[in-house]
């Protein structure tokens, strides 16, 4: 009997997902947009926020051995709790007075916290669902981040606006206890490891033991990473910095068109999800060099459109067209390469190789912004000069790991069997 996707516990995750990602993204934007008031200055949450990614970084690995170990529904339900507990301490705390202060230091404990939670919840899919259905299910989750993305920062502004910080912190407060609960009802096998000897000695040898499958039992899945890691430098920089700095100063279009491209990214970003979920059992993992070819090629294209002749409607249409397609193209890579990691890595390790993702992945978004920032400030006049030679670098990756993906989907077909 073929296993269904909506499984009880799938289900109850991804509903706490969409609770939990639904009260985070209100409360960051209404946090951001408090600080931008009391401050005046869009800089200083922007530093907060970079601040509070170093202990998620420095502690993802930890989070990891964690998932590991430990039972991941009651982690989940404890790491929601507290959350909420969290928020609804410093709204209780939160005066005109220390604000800064008390927003700076819940940010830096929901990172904490998140940095266990996120392996965690990658954990748990490979738990609960197997085969294909473990691509259809980060699809899903994919699916309810990016609707969440696109509808909560619309109503959390409204509700901002309507009621002030406090209130929506209380809503978001709301959303965690619920996820929580969500949670309660989730029931996973025993994949619990006993912890012995000291903790330290447990963290290090767990630590060692994940590296060593990765550098050296399957160094496909260290190959898989670090691609993932590699397009996302390229998207990330290219969206976060360069589309904003295309729209507004190349192309001297208002916010209103910024805006609109934004939100079409969003879009972009569900029907990649959607796609990916739909070309499950159809697009082999030999053919992912080709997904990634067509990042680059996306890439291309919006950079060819400033070596013509043309206004600055016709170029934001198929700047945002491109991008748009850039970014379903990375969500479906993205859902395939951390459901093959995640389908090629023994439950007990599972954990921390999410960790591993996650943390090169938060590394690599920053790491792209700063040299993005400084490629378009240098190339501002001739904004071509950054974006093609982008997409070729990214297009020829794609086709010269062609070799890599076929190795892969091989080794794959020789498990089944």
Do not use: W
Not at 102 to 112: D, G
Not at 245 to 250: A, G, H, K, S
Not at 271 to 284: E, H, Q
């Amino acid at each position: 009997m073929e296993q269904k996707l909506f499984t009880k516990n799938f289900l109850l995750l991804v509903l706490g997902q969409a609770s939990s990602l639904f009260g985070n993204y209100i409360l960051r934007l209404a946090l951001s947009m408090y600080v931008l008031e009391v401050t005046g200055s869009a800089a200083v949450f922007a530093g907060i926020l970079s601040v509070a990614t170093i202990p998620t970084i420095l502690l993802s690995p930890v989070g990891g051995i964690l998932a590991d170990r430990a039972d991941r529904r009651n982690i989940m339900v404890a790491l929601d709790t507290l959350t909420g507990i969290s928020v609804l301490c410093a709204a209780v705390l939160l005066s005109g007075d220390n604000a800064v202060a008390v927003i700076s230091v819940l940010l830096v404990i929901l990172a904490v916290l998140g940095a266990f939670e996120t392996p965690t919840v990658q954990a748990c899919i490979p738990q609960m669902l197997a085969g294909d259905h473990i691509i259809r299910g980060n699809a899903v989750v994919n699916q309810v981040a990016s609707i969440s993305y696109l509808i909560a920062p619309m109503l959390g502004g409204i509700l901002y606006a309507a009621v002030g910080l406090k209130p929506v912190m209380f809503a978001s407060v709301v959303c965690f206890f619920v996820t929580a609960l969500f949670e309660c009802f989730i029931k996973l096998g025993g994949q619990a490891r006993a912890f012995q000897g000291s903790i330290l000695s447990v963290v290090k040898n767990d630590f060692f033991e994940s590296i060593r499958f990765i550098t050296r039992e399957r160094t496909d899945i260290m190959r898989m990473l670090l691609l993932a890691a590699f397009s996302r430098f390229f998207v990330m920089g290219v969206t976060l910095v360069g589309l904003p700095f295309v729209v507004r100063t190349v192309l001297g279009l208002d916010a209103r068109f910024y805006g609109g491209a934004e939100s079409s990214l969003a879009v972009a970003t569900i029907l990649g999800s959607i796609a990916a979920g739909l070309l499950t059992g159809k697009l082999k993992s030999g053919r992912l060099s080709y997904v990634l070819a067509v990042i680059g090629v996306c890439i291309i294209s919006a950079g060819v459109v400033f070596l013509f002749p043309s206004g600055a409607c016709v170029r934001y249409a198929v700047i945002v067209a491109a991008f748009c397609g850039m970014q379903a193209a990375i969500s479906i890579f993205s859902i395939f390469a951390v459901s093959l990691i995640q389908q090629n890595t023994p439950d007990e390790l599972i954990g921390k190789i999410m960790a591993y993702t996650s943390a090169v992945t938060m590394c690599v978004q920053p790491a792209g912004q700063m040299v993005y920032g400084f490629l378009f400030d240098r190339f501002r006049g001739a904004v071509y000069l950054v974006l093609i030679p982008s997409g070729i670098i990214v297009c020829v990756t794609g086709l010269l790991a062609t070799g890599f993906f076929r190795k892969l989907e091989e080794a794959q077909g020789c498990e089944i069997n």
